[in-house]
């Protein structure tokens, strides 16, 4: 389980509290921070 969360904290550069504060089944949660850090990544990258 927490090895699976240290996986997606490397893909999608979250912190660790961030991962901790989720339930595995917050599927919504999960996808709304994948969205959020891409968005960041995107805008970090057009500068």
Do not use: N
């Amino acid at each position: 389980m927490w090895e699976a969360c240290g996986l997606l904290a490397k893909w999608f550069h979250f912190q660790p509290s961030e991962i901790y504060e989720l339930e595995w089944w917050d599927f919504e949660k999960w996808v709304g921070l994948a969205v959020k850090q891409a968005e960041a990544a995107a805008a970090a990258y057009r500068t």
